[in-house]
């Protein structure tokens, strides 16, 4: 989504036009999406247009939010400056309830609550202080053009001030057990009590944002749209003395940060003891302080005894000893000379036990990922926009494949003949088509296309050579090619996160050791003829070389597949994507034989480069995680697995002593029963991981500790490789775990390959026939 938001400047009068949002959500700025074929500047005029009866002028672009790392956040906000020109004669009806305010009115509405958020009065603050400072000069705005802008990051870079990334901050989580919570900030431990993990403040952030929409600020009104459903039916006569307690700022509204404190105060998890229950009884005297001035009178009071008395068995509310006991018990307090209650004397009592019983109260019935829920109206818009308001283009290209289903050629519409093709009416506008991305990606000319010729050639057979065998006068091209190749592809995936999130339909095949012929098999029966044209992405799981004959083949097929299909092609690292496990198998080896010593070692070398920066997991729907080996244990990962995944280095070119974290998801595996009859789960067994004697590195996992992973991480399946099956694939661990081995003959023996398809909430199972 690409909103253009606009900032309408009334000079005389130092004051904004702002307009009324639907459904009564309060005034703000006028804003709208970018419609197809229009500019920023365009589109800024048409928003502002349709509110007066005035022409408004842009002057400049006050800052853009690049949101694309956020979670749920649209793509980007372009805020424009627009003022007040010309009277537009045209009599054109007003339907947009609008008005100018100035500091002291914007001010005023935030008291009333009248604001969706507190954009406004941020924005003109800003806006006054520069003008006082420069004058309304345009270029004291770093002007922009943004009718033909970009979003070229050097650009950006260079202006200072006009392009913002806001960050999602997560408050670190410490698992209660595995480290001292004494020596985390109060709020870690409030998040940690409340076991919010990384995946959850996600989830809690989404949230919030989708209510908030587009503002970054939640108004009472999105506040009770919010809680609807996380409190009772009395509960929700309170909702003013529940934001109350949220704002602890005193600001009327509430950012994410507000949000989410307020909902670990709440959650049943939270310890009413210690540094959480001081933080949690500070939002309890905030929400019975319904004057909010910090001191609580016997009548305030009253509503918090009796809440806590009426939550005891056996007294009620009307019990005649009541009043008594509400006088006796407030006087017990260090009270004020105002006879009042402070807020530290209410926190000592507490804190010293001589008033109790204050940990029944500001709970939510259920814990709070599961009463997290997206705004509908957002989510009917986003659906709106996935599903109806998508804005369709004809291609700028034909494809056309051979009857067997492979690639013949692709013409750009600009070069076809227009007489049979097309209509008269649309000859001019296909002539004007510029050149696109879909049509590079066809490109001939390209390293990647290069590479997949030669291995065509590769693999037929004619008068000079036998099938899958390299023509002797091809290999010193080839091998140049690589390395280009390498070098490009190299650069294109290091700006990946080392965790990827994709979405389905998407296959995953496991282990390929140098089996290009299965490989090829794969090709024939999921992307005939490019992955470009396939609906689904293809997520491989590492281990391409080794093993087998055609390790360098297999590799070089996919680098360049990823090079034309970068969205639609995802390579994963595996343990056999390391130098020192080549070098004691055969990758290194067959390099040097199929090249030469020299050449042989550049090529090794430039193809390590790569593997080197390669993605260590991906996550499919945010529920399927994927990785080679298997899920690491706390030692290695005591946070978010997201997280810490996305900080492991890059390049990572040992990664045994650069990342254990990154070398046990490479290396672990499932303690399987059937698979390990004579061992036994040893005593020293550590949260259900114990050294792989197997393999003499890396770590067995137990299902105990596979169920408390994807619990803590909100996962519900594994996919990995790294184990040869019979199969092709295994099913383990309670149905949460599949591995799955995409080389079929491995090593001479009789095993099938496999893939797996996840597509509409099934994990779909597919064997080679490969006898």
Request: contains cysteine; glycine residues 4%.
């Amino acid at each position: 989504m690409k909103l253009v938001i606009c900032v309408i400047v009334e000079r005389d009068l130092e004051a904004l036009l702002l307009t009324e949002q639907n459904l009564g959500r309060g005034y703000w700025f006028p804003f709208d999406e970018i419609q197809p074929g229009e500019t920023r500047t365009l589109a800024a005029k048409r928003i502002a247009n349709k509110i007066g009866p005035h022409d408004f002028d842009p002057i400049c672009v006050l800052k853009i939010r690049c949101s694309d790392l956020l979670p749920c956040l649209p793509s980007t906000h372009t805020y424009y400056l627009l003022t007040k020109s010309s009277l537009i004669r045209a009599n054109v009806p007003n339907t947009v309830k609008s008005v100018w305010m100035n500091l002291e009115r914007i001010n005023m509405a935030i008291k009333n609550r009248e604001l969706l958020g507190l954009e406004p009065y941020n924005v003109l603050k800003t806006i006054l202080e520069r003008q006082q400072t420069n004058g309304w000069g345009i270029h004291d705005f770093e002007l922009y053009d943004v009718s033909i802008f970009s979003f070229d990051l050097d650009k950006l870079s260079s202006g200072g001030k006009i392009f913002e990334e806001p960050t999602f901050q997560v408050v670190d989580f410490q698992q209660t057990g595995l480290t001292n919570l004494a020596s985390s900030s109060p709020l870690e431990q409030l998040i940690s009590s409340a076991k919010f993990t990384n995946k959850v403040q996600e989830s809690i952030f989404k949230e919030f944002y989708s209510y908030t929409f587009p503002s970054e600020h939640m108004s009472l009104k999105a506040f009770t749209e919010a809680m609807d459903n996380k409190l009772s039916t009395t509960e929700k006569s309170k909702i003013q003395a529940y934001f109350r307690a949220f704002d602890s700022q005193k600001n009327s509204y509430l950012t994410y940060t507000d949000y989410l404190i307020g909902l670990a105060a709440m959650d049943p998890n939270t310890s009413h003891g210690g540094t959480p229950a001081e933080l949690r009884c500070r939002y309890i005297f905030r929400f019975y302080n319904a004057k909010n001035t910090g001191l609580m009178s016997i009548e305030e009071f009253r509503a918090l005894h009796t809440d806590v008395q009426s939550r005891k068995i056996g007294k009620a509310n009307d019990d005649p000893t009541l009043n008594n006991e509400i006088l006796s018990t407030f006087n017990s307090f260090n009270l004020q000379p105002s006879n009042q209650l402070a807020l530290v004397d209410f926190l000592n009592s507490v804190g010293q036990l001589k008033y109790r019983g204050t940990s029944v109260l500001f709970r939510l019935t259920a814990v709070t990922q599961d009463l997290l829920r997206m705004s509908r109206r957002y989510r009917d818009n986003q659906n709106d926009r996935s599903e109806d308001n998508i804005n369709y283009e004809i291609a700028d290209h034909c494809v056309t494949l051979k009857k067997s289903g492979t690639l013949y050629q692709v013409e750009s519409l600009r070069a076809m003949n227009y007489n049979t093709q097309f209509s008269k009416t649309t000859e001019e506008k296909l002539r004007c088509l510029p050149r696109s991305l879909s049509e590079e990606i066809f490109d001939r000319r390209t390293t990647a296309t290069d590479i997949q010729e030669m291995l065509r050639l590769f693999e037929k057979h004619d008068h000079t050579k036998d099938a899958l065998v390299w023509s002797p006068y091809s290999t010193n091209q080839l091998g140049r090619t690589v390395i280009t190749l390498c070098k490009e592809v190299r650069e294109m995936i290091r700006c990946e996160p080392r965790c990827l999130k994709l979405s389905s339909p998407c296959y995953i095949l496991g282990d390929l050791h140098g089996n290009y012929e299965d490989l090829i098999c794969f090709e024939k029966c999921l992307w005939r003829a490019t992955p470009l044209l396939a609906p689904a992405s293809f997520l491989f799981l590492g281990d391409y070389v080794d093993r087998g004959i055609h390790g360098l083949e297999v590799v070089i097929y996919l680098l360049a597949s990823k090079f034309q299909c970068p969205k639609k092609v995802l390579l994963l690292r595996g343990n056999h994507e390391i130098r020192k496990v080549q070098q004691m198998f055969s990758f290194l080896k067959e390099c040097l034989t199929k090249f030469g010593d020299t050449l042989g070692k550049e090529v090794w070398d430039a193809i390590n480069s790569v593997f080197d920066v390669l993605p260590l997991a991906a996550v499919i729907d945010d529920k399927i995680l994927c990785f080679h080996g298997g899920i690491p244990s706390p030692a290695s990962c005591p946070g978010d697995f997201i997280s810490m995944v996305n900080d492991i280095p890059v390049p990572l070119s040992d990664p045994e002593i650069e990342s254990p974290l990154a070398w046990e998801i490479m290396w672990n595996d499932p303690f399987s029963i059937d698979k390990n009859m004579m061992l036994q789960i040893p005593n020293g067994a550590k949260a259900g991981f114990f050294n792989n004697t197997r393999r003499s590195t890396g770590n067995y996992f137990t299902n105990e500790a596979l169920t408390v992973f994807l619990a803590k991480n909100n996962f519900t399946h594994v996919v990995r490789a790294h184990e040869v099956q019979q199969a092709g694939f295994k099913v383990q661990l309670g149905g949460h775990l599949l591995t799955v081995f995409s080389s079929s003959h491995y090593c001479g023996g009789t095993n099938d390959a496999a893939a797996v398809l996840v597509d509409s909430s099934k994990l779909r199972l597919i064997r080679l026939h490969t006898k």
